[in-house]
């Protein structure tokens, strides 16, 4: 074909369709959700099914007495020694347990486990929202290689506007030093594009759901 031609055959194409009348553009609807709903109206599925897409291990007890079998099973399993809790709010539950804790933080520095509560599971990310304002603090839940958090499926909210509406209720406004949410364990994708866990927090992150729904 003659350059000359199939360069005019283009041009003209491309006038033909400026000289097209425009369509008015649809106005935005800024009110609209920026995720879709889940089918799935359970949020505690919700949350399950995104947790374990980040690499979290999911465990689901139907009460407190499955939690205690399910935590000592994980524990053998794992050979885990220096396990570190600081929340009060945990003592009767672990105490049940054949496994021995640290409450404080004396020879933290060797610690295997952390093992921590939380504020509330976003499910439509699959995070937990956890802050500075449980006895906890900031470290309990960095540190050490594997972190352990205990939830409730009370907590289970849909996203991150409703898990901070519950934390400003519980702390009556005055809100944490620190809010984070935790979606999986540490990573990192630095070094040659290749996907390292543990890099900057714990390599594995542990959550135990326990139902309360019917307390």
């Not at 496994?99 to 990310?125: M, N, Q, W, Y």
């Not at 956890?130 to 603090?137: L, T």
Request: proline share 4%; with cysteine; net charge neutral.
């Amino acid at each position: 074909m003659n350059p000359t031609r199939s360069r005019g055959i283009i041009l003209n194409k491309i006038k033909q369709a400026l000289s097209k009348k425009k369509t008015n553009l649809q106005e935005p609807n800024f009110s609209s959700p920026i995720f879709s709903k889940s089918v799935e109206t359970d949020l505690s599925i919700v949350f399950a099914e995104n947790f374990l897409k980040t690499k979290g291990e999911f465990i689901f007890c139907e009460s407190e007495k499955e939690f205690v079998k399910s935590l000592e099973l994980v524990a053998g399993k794992k050979g885990v020694q220096n396990i570190f809790a600081w929340e009060e709010a945990l003592y009767p539950i672990l105490s049940k347990t054949n496994i021995p804790f640290v409450k404080d933080d004396k020879g933290f520095i060797h610690a295997d486990v952390g093992i921590t509560l939380c504020e509330s599971l976003i499910a439509r990310t699959g995070s937990i929202l956890v802050s500075s304002g449980s006895r906890a603090g900031r470290r309990l839940g960095i540190f050490p290689h594997i972190h352990i958090v205990v939830a409730f499926t009370s907590q289970v909210v849909d996203d991150i506007e409703n898990g901070l509406t519950l934390l400003r209720k519980k702390y009556e406004g005055n809100l944490p030093s620190m809010i984070s949410l935790e979606t999986g364990p540490s990573r990192t994708a630095d070094i040659e594009k290749t996907l390292v866990l543990g890099a900057h927090g714990p390599k594995e992150l542990i959550l135990f759901l326990i139902d309360d729904a019917h307390h």
